[in-house]
């Protein structure tokens, strides 16, 4: 299966190629406009060797993280989808991070810190050992004294950006070439637009529109 991964949920946007497990081209864009999304895609599958039509499946990041990048990425596939037909994969970008962590040998109890906004914190706990790893305490919100508090007590601390409130912790970015790995494990396809960004701050607001559909790419 040719996948073509999305990772969108932080400033360092990535777009990957791979294929039956095994990564065959990526590219990062800091702070990409929704505008760049399609070249991005166009460098990665040109750098691949690939036509769009060989693609079998877009997976997506769906964070937690930065909703209108999610939300650009989630668009993105709808687009592709409606024009060819293409599965579509969701996966958390919380995962990918505790892949990487696995990748980079951070071996022990792993605090993965996603800024929330509003002086919380996505958190979740991993367990990181040679073998893989396991989920210790699943994503939640959590207050930036709570997040403090916790953090001390595990081995490392990883997060897009983290450093800015934790200086000993380790900066990690979600990567699409990760997302792209995991999705070829995974077979719980769905309809792009049924994709939704991970969210757990209950709304207060009146849910928008649908995103705009990116043309037909």
Known sequence: MKILALEFSSDRRSV?????????AQAHEA?????????????????????R????????????????????AIALAQGWQLARGTEAIGVSSVECLADQAHAEKMFGRVSIVIDAQRNEFYLARYEIAAAGWR?????????????RAIVKT????????????????HVLFPDASVLGQLAATRTSFLPADKLEPIYLRETDFVKAAPPRILPAV
């Open 16 to 24: 990957a190629v791979v294929a039956n497990g095994q990564l065959w």
């Open 154 to 169: 595990d081995g490392f601390v990883i997060g897009p950006e983290v450093t800015r409130w934790f200086p000993a912790a």
């Open 135 to 147: 989920e210790l305490e699943p994503l939640r919100l959590a207050s930036m004294d709570e997040t």
């Open 53 to 72: 039509e060989e693609i079998n499946c877009l997976a997506v990041g769906l964070g937690p993280g930065s909703y209108t990048g999610i939300r650009a």
């Open 31 to 51: 702070r990409a406009r929704e505008s760049h999304a399609l070249a991005l895609v166009d460098e990665v599958l040109r750098a691949a060797g690939r036509e």
